[in-house]
């Protein structure tokens, strides 16, 4: 059975920095990324990182926001610096299973940056 655990989340000041930690177990998984969702729109792609360690990142964080993984933990990490208001959103950690191919959903994690 899949499970994937996250923690990390809560209230910075812009500007400030916040870790995100995604523990996944059950499976070995190849892809594992973040995504956000704010309030009225629609989840986005925030980063993903192959199981070789190739980073992707949306166009809105690159430069400030990182992604890794631990293959022997099954975890991967989002180190979010300089960060917005418009940052503010429920970020959900993903992990992509090949067989089946599959993807599973972490229950999220809210991240609001406000002074």
């Known amino acids: 059975q899949v499970q994937l655990a996250e923690s990390g989340g809560g209230l910075v000041q812009p500007g400030g920095s916040l870790r995100l930690s995604c523990a996944a177990s059950?499976?070995?998984?190849?892809?594992m990324g973040w995504y956000r969702q704010a309030p009225g729109k629609q989840r986005d792609l925030v980063a993903s990182?192959?199981?070789?360690?190739?980073?992707n990142y949306a166009d809105s964080v690159k430069g400030r926001f990182t992604i890794s993984r631990d293959n022997a933990l099954n975890t991967v990490y989002l180190q979010m610096n300089s960060l917005k208001p418009e940052d503010t959103a429920t970020y959900y950690c993903?992990?992509?299973?090949?067989?089946?191919?599959?993807?599973?959903w972490g229950q999220g994690t809210q991240v609001t940056v406000s002074s």
């Open positions: 993903t992990s992509d299973t090949m067989t089946p191919p599959r993807t599973y």
């Open positions: 059950g499976s070995i998984f190849i892809n």
């Open positions: 990182i192959t199981r070789g360690g190739s980073p």
